[in-house]
């Protein structure tokens, strides 16, 4: 069975309406979605680790209380 491809650093950030510089501040703090360093330096996030970090942030917001 295929594994589904892995999105690229620009498509998760179109998705997350996030800049390139507020996204490695997050990631510097270890609170960007879990990714991926290919051996090219390039990175990758699977579908799965970006909607698990979806579902955390909403559950740290006052809203979801």
């Excluded at 490695?24 to 970006?50: S, V, W």
Aim: aromatic share 8%; with cysteine.
């Amino acid at each position: 069975m295929a594994r589904p491809p892995a999105l690229k650093l620009a498509e998760v950030l179109t998705e997350i309406r996030m800049s390139h510089s507020a996204f490695y501040r997050l990631r510097a703090r270890g609170q960007a979605p879990r990714m991926i360093k290919l051996p090219n330096g390039e990175l990758r996030c699977r579908r799965a680790d970006l909607d698990a970090w979806w579902e955390a942030c909403e559950r740290d917001t006052p809203e979801w209380r």
